[in-house]
């Protein structure tokens, strides 16, 4: 079956591939399987590898027209391609090793470099994050996948009086980022892993969150998706709208800021 990049169907399925894979995931967390480093010298586990066999099988099942970019399975795309997925099937490895609950599953799908579909998957606290194209939403998971209740519709907030509550990552904060949050009224600052920060801004409990340490394209892409889709914005440095896929090194994502309204 090939599904419309767009329809709402194509939105559910990515979600239920979110949960099952993050069901993988809860599987080896108890366990914790001693990580392997990987060339970039990044931690991967058993979780990141059976995540992403869910995902991809899951994904060419669905839609078999559409390449698919995963970081533990990337294949070779052709230059500059209309449509792709981009996935993390385990965000936050450092996080998951750590026994914290800070890591996610991530898919998104890009259309003409953009980010137009969503989804991250918390599943240590059961907790999804999806987006269409216009709104995005929030619902509770129950620990056997299914759903607590209907999805609710999130929004950014306005930035507070009293100043911003900006949001830096757990492992990489960097002085660049202290300086930049410097020239802001921040009021608070909150460390947090993976990419449940853009989600934090959509749902309207952040404000900012800059990155001047490296990226990439599949560590973003969905939660970009979902902070656009509830009135926020993921730009360079420069103002620029953050893009996939169009450069020679799509995979690699420049600095940005991800803020609200």
Known sequence: MVAHPSSQELTEQLCALAVEAGAAIMDCYESRHEAVEKEDHSPVTLADKQSDRTITTGLAAITSNIPIVSEESMPTLESNPRYFFLVDPLDGTKEFINGTQEFTVNIALIDNHEPVLGVIYAPAMNCLFFATETQAFTQEITPDGKTAHAPRTITVRRPPPEGLVALVSRSHRTPETDDYLQTHKVSRFKSIGSSLKFCLIARGDADIYPRHSPTMAWDTAAGHAILKSAGGSVTTLN????????????LKNPAFIACGS
């Open 239 to 250: 103002g620029q709208p953050l893009l996939y896929g169009k450069e020679r090194s799509f």
